[in-house]
């Protein structure tokens, strides 16, 4: 891929604003690009409007002011079934449907596109593998019968079954406890950059942010606060940033201590 | 002569009584499902239609049933059979368990998962019939078993307007005093009652999601 089509945007927010028919509003005039290939995280306390971001591109919600853009046409430009098929989505563990077993969550978007029964299966086999499931071993349990760290596993490849190009994930990693946590990142990472997608990923977690971006979009209270690669995020003085530094560094100092 | 003697000389009468009665319930039932079920969604998907519905069904269920099969009699076209009177009567009792179910299965199901199934492009009718009638199942079939129990009861007063079932025998002992012909009637409404709650609660227990 030369850098030219790298930089070509694929999301782009306009000045895109979203208020509930109360008058609340969620988000405030945001101007941001997510170009092909990169992974760019919406960082942010809950309530900043991350997750009502992340809605706008698949229009699950549709902006109330300004536009979206993806792939260059406006989504409500987009019929929102085609929109959606297009994007694969990840949020937390309880979206997978617990009344199918783990192939027939993975095979959901396949089925819905009339898959032939073949080339599904083998797609199946090829994901789970690719998360590092044994099809085998797993194909046939159901979602109550995995830990949290393998039901985050098959909704990734669940998300990734119809191979869309762009990739939105909700607070993947929200539920795993730190060990897994890590275990799924570092794999998540190797992931990234095999599969050269257009991600978007909602967290609020900073070390996760600086783990998994390529870019880090600060959102607080609805509007963009700065737009960060990892390492100048770090030396930003945005005073997240520094607590979070300051956490980092007491925790070597006590591995040094010891 | 003593009971068992007596259901045994009976025994044909009883057996067309009980048919009688099964085909009442039965047809009833699957009326009120067909009706029931789509009303249960709709109330979900037009919240402002849940007061109307839900309060039509509530009306008709408070309805003392002796008085409910009197109040169908003149209907024109209901009236002119007896069992057609009575399956109507008995499917408006059935309705409300049957509707207040649904909507409860269905409003029950995760909106996390509703919402993964609408961030993955299905349709609202794909999410209907692959997530949210499959994983409110066994809430709807619970609302089926409570109905079929209750339908089972009030098909007895069916008799009171000719349409047959086990109530003829209860109507007819009581008319001639006859504990017999009472329990000839009542024993086997029970024991049909008891069936279908076990036979209903078993298929509703295999359906039950597992979390």
């Given at each position: 891929?030369n850098?030219?089509t790298?930089r ?5 927010f306009?000045?895109?604003?979203y ?11 945001l101007n ?5 290939g ?5 960082l942010g ?19 109330t ?22 994007i ?10 617990p ?6 969550n ?11 029964a ?10 789970l ?10 194909a046939?349990?159901?979602?109550h019968?995995?830990?949290g760290g393998q ?5 990734v ?5 119809a ?21 799924v ?39 963009l606060a700065?737009?960060?690669?990892p ?10 940033a ?12 006590f591995?040094e201590?010891k | ?8 000389r ?5 057996l ?9 319930v ?5 009326l ?45 076209w209901?009236?002119?059979?007896s069992?057609?009177?009575a399956?109507?009567?008995?499917t ?9 179910n649904?909507?409860a ?38 609302g089926?078993r ?11 007063i069916a008799?009171?307007?000719g ?8 109507f ?9 012909l ?8 029970a ?6 709650d076990f ?5 509703e227990?295999?359906?039950?999601p597992?979390?």
């Amino acid at each position: 891929m030369n850098p030219e089509t790298l930089r070509q945007p694929i999301i782009e927010f306009l000045n895109a604003s979203y208020r509930l028919p109360g008058g609340q509003v969620l988000l405030k005039n945001l101007n941001l690009t997510a170009t092909s290939g990169e992974t760019l995280v919406l960082l942010g306390r809950s309530g900043a409007g991350k997750t009502t971001a992340l809605k706008l591109i698949n229009r699950l919600l549709d902006p109330t002011n300004g536009e979206v853009r993806v792939d260059g046409r406006s989504t409500v430009d987009w019929d929102p079934i085609e929109l959606r098929r297009h994007i694969g989505y990840v949020i937390q563990e309880t979206g997978l449907f617990p009344h199918y077993t783990v192939e027939q969550n993975v095979a959901v978007v396949p089925r819905l596109e009339s898959w032939p029964a073949e080339r599904t299966r083998t797609r199946v086999a090829e994901l789970l593998a690719l998360v590092g499931l044994d099809p085998g071993g797993f194909a046939r349990r159901y979602p109550h019968e995995l830990s949290g760290g393998q039901r985050q596993r098959v909704g990734v490849a669940r998300a990734l079954a119809a191979d869309p190009p762009i990739l939105l994930m909700d607070e993947p990693f929200g539920a795993l406890d730190p060990l897994t946590r890590s275990e799924v990142h570092r794999e998540f990472q190797s992931l990234e950059q095999r599969l050269k997608k257009t991600i978007v990923i909602v967290t609020h977690d900073i070390g996760e942010a600086l783990l998994l971006g390529n870019r880090i979009a600060l959102l607080k209270s609805g509007e963009l606060a700065g737009i960060y690669s990892p390492k100048e995020f770090l030396r930003s003085g945005e005073p997240s940033a520094s607590e979070y530094v300051a956490r980092i560094r007491a925790l070597e100092s006590f591995e040094e201590s010891k | 002569m003593n009971l068992a003697q007596f259901f045994v000389r009976h025994g044909d009468e009883i057996l067309q009584a009980t048919l009688e009665h099964i085909w009442l319930v039965g047809a009833a039932m699957l009326l009120a499902i067909a009706i029931g079920v789509p009303l249960g969604i709709l109330v979900t998907r037009r919240p402002w239609l849940s007061k109307p519905i839900l309060g039509t069904a509530n009306i008709a269920e408070t309805i003392p049933s002796l008085a409910l099969f009197g109040f169908l009699l003149p209907v024109p076209w209901l009236g002119d059979r007896s069992d057609r009177l009575a399956i109507v009567a008995l499917t408006l009792y059935a309705l409300l368990p049957i509707i207040r179910n649904t909507s409860a299965g269905i409003s029950g199901v995760d909106p996390a998962i509703r919402e993964a199934a609408r961030g993955m492009g299905m349709t609202p009718r794909q999410i209907l019939f692959r997530v949210e009638l499959p994983l409110s199942l066994s809430t709807v079939l619970a609302g089926v078993r409570v109905a079929t129990v209750l339908t089972i009861g009030v098909a007895t007063i069916a008799a009171a307007v000719g349409a047959g079932g086990l109530g003829e025998f209860i109507f007819r002992g009581l008319a001639m005093v006859n504990d017999q012909l009472i329990l000839a009637g009542a024993i086997p409404a029970a024991l049909l009652a008891l069936s279908a709650d076990f036979l209903l609660s078993v298929v509703e227990r295999r359906l039950r999601p597992a979390r």
